[in-house]
């Protein structure tokens, strides 16, 4: 059995969805990889599941009704614990992660680390084809969160990610009710305050070629308010 379970959220990625698959399979082909479609009226999810049937390593989970990023993530990550994997990945299917960071990445979490962060904030990270606002959003909730939490992670929002199952395990997943960035700020947050090993891995990030971003106003300020609340109420881990 792999050892690896990338999980792929989508909603109405068409478009990618098959080359970010196979770009996956040709960096870590003994991964295995769950799509979990939010029920993307594009036909994204039975394009997965057109992919699934070719290839054994591929499974899909269908939402029946749109639930949002992090209860396709925590579904994902329930499925992992369920099936013994013992590393589980995080990844855009817009194709901004490029998966050729993905041993690397592996390789640190085998080495020891509870979470690997694709990191754009630290040396050797960067983002590609952003507008400003978009770059000034990024940098700003980074660097409020990192201020308000008083974390040590750089790239606290980023969605690249490599946890250790163990470490989702000391997890209380089921109380965890954020979605979008404040989803990443919250899992990574809680493992750094339990003082698990976090390791940032400089990444290139690069904007959607095709279909739309997913990023909006409503997230935005999900995050502020969440993270705001969590410094003001902030307890030992």
């Known amino acids: 059995m792999a050892e690896t379970l990338i999980i792929l959220p989508t909603f109405n990625e068409i478009e990618s969805l098959e080359s970010v698959i196979g770009r996956i399979r040709q960096w870590v082909p003994s991964a295995d990889v769950l799509v979990v479609d939010d029920a993307s009226p594009d036909g994204t999810g039975e394009l997965a599941e057109g992919l699934a049937a070719g290839d054994p390593g591929i499974s899909v989970l269908h939402h029946g009704a749109k ?69 000034a959003i990024s940098r700003g909730g980074n660097s409020y969160a990192r201020g308000v939490l008083r974390s040590r992670i750089h790239d606290i929002t980023a969605g690249y990610r490599v946890y250790a199952a163990d470490a989702l395990r000391s997890l209380e997943l089921g109380s965890i009710s954020s979605q979008g960035y404040c989803f ?46 969590w410094g003001l109420f902030r307890t030992k881990g």
């Not at 090993?197 to 095709?210: K, L, Q, T, Y």
């Open 67 to 135: 639930a949002g990023l992090g209860r396709a993530y925590l579904a994902g990550f329930d499925y992992a614990l369920g099936h013994a994997y013992r590393f589980v990945v995080e990844i855009d299917a817009d194709g901004s992660h490029d998966p050729a960071e993905l041993p690397a990445m592996l390789e640190l979490a085998d080495a020891g680390a509870d979470l690997v962060i694709g990191s754009r904030w630290v040396a050797g990270g960067s983002v590609r084809n952003w507008p400003w606002i978009r770059r």
């Open 184 to 229: 990443q700020v919250e899992l990574a947050w809680r493992l750094e305050r339990s003082g698990k090993a976090i390791v940032e891995h400089p990444i290139v990030f690069v904007e959607r070629a095709a279909g739309r971003s997913k990023m909006h106003l409503g997230i935005v300020m999900e995050a502020l308010f969440r993270v705001t609340l």
